[in-house]
């Protein structure tokens, strides 16, 4: 025996089949429809429910406060294409998580994989540890906590990344990016196999909380600047704090910090 919520949405639906539901009508059959996960169908409904209400009315003749409706229907409709895009990007994250059980997927399609599942707030399928230019293995660098390119330059067995010394592997996603450096500028090298550059955080002054955008500017108006605690880079020795950290650019996961990036921008060694 049908309930009564059955029975309510059978009315709407053939009040919206016949053409003779009205706006109100329309939002109900599209609010039933979402409630049963019908999410393409409640889209449609809003959308006609949407189409019958001018937005410029503010009353109805029955009393019903249109301007209202009409922004809450505004909000179902965007809920429901949020759903939608969801599912889609679900989809499609189910049908590359099958074919990387059947072997490694391609650089671009796990990078996609990894973006579908930070968006979708899933567990990663976390990219392997392989050079970004020959696809290689990957070791840690020995001096800094950086990767380098395993090959070892023997009988030609060469690659760039051999001798990296600002590459790092994100511990969140597996990226490798490369941190701030003199010779990019922050800008990314265009040539095959280069990683993505890190993104800096925006330093903040510690003595006044404030931002900062060039040291050299700020120390000249800092209220704090004249105090003789106002700090002083460990590297060059200059007033502030120049060190910066570096986040992933995929993931926003802190993977190193650049020790002064004024001493880099003047061009000191």
């Known amino acids: 025996m049908a309930?009564?919520?059955?029975?309510?949405?059978?009315?709407?639906?053939?009040?919206?089949?016949?053409?003779?539901?009205?706006?109100?009508g329309l939002?109900?059959?599209?609010?039933?429809?979402?409630?049963?996960?019908?999410?393409e169908e409640a889209r449609r409904a809003f959308e006609a429910a949407k189409a019958k209400l001018p937005s410029s009315l503010v009353h109805g003749d029955d009393g019903v406060e249109l301007a209202t409706l009409w922004d809450e229907l505004i909000d179902l409709i965007a809920t429901c294409e949020g759903r939608l895009a969801d599912a889609q990007k679900g989809s499609r994250r189910e049908e590359l998580v099958a074919r990387l059980a059947q072997g490694p997927l391609p650089v671009a399609e796990h990078d996609e994989l990894v973006r579908l599942e930070l968006a979708l707030g899933l567990e990663l399928h976390v990219q392997p540890a392989v050079c970004p230019a020959c696809r290689g293995p990957l070791v840690a660098?020995?001096?800094?906590?950086?990767?380098?390119?395993?090959?070892?330059?023997?009988?030609?067995?060469?690659?760039?990344?051999?001798?990296?010394?600002?590459l790092f592997r994100c511990a969140c996603c597996g990226l490798v990016v490369r941190a701030w450096s003199r010779e990019t500028q922050g800008r990314p090298v265009a040539q095959p196999g280069e990683p993505p550059v890190g993104l800096l955080r925006r330093s903040r002054c510690e003595a006044c909380g404030g931002p900062v955008q060039s040291w050299a500017n700020h120390v000249r108006h800092c209220p704090k600047a004249k105090t003789a605690d106002f700090p002083r880079c460990v590297a060059c020795h200059q007033r502030g704090h120049h060190g910066r950290v570096v986040d992933c650019p995929r993931c926003r996961t802190e993977v190193t910090k650049v020790t002064c990036l004024e001493r880099q921008k003047r061009g000191v060694p």
């Open 3 to 24: 309930g009564r919520g059955d029975q309510e949405l059978a009315a709407l639906e053939r009040e919206a089949r016949a053409g003779s539901a009205d706006a109100e």
């Open 141 to 166: 660098d020995a001096v800094g906590l950086g990767v380098r390119c395993a090959r070892n330059g023997v009988e030609g067995d060469l690659c760039r990344h051999m001798d990296a010394d600002d």
């Open 27 to 39: 939002a109900r059959l599209g609010q039933s429809y979402l409630r049963l996960g019908r999410v």
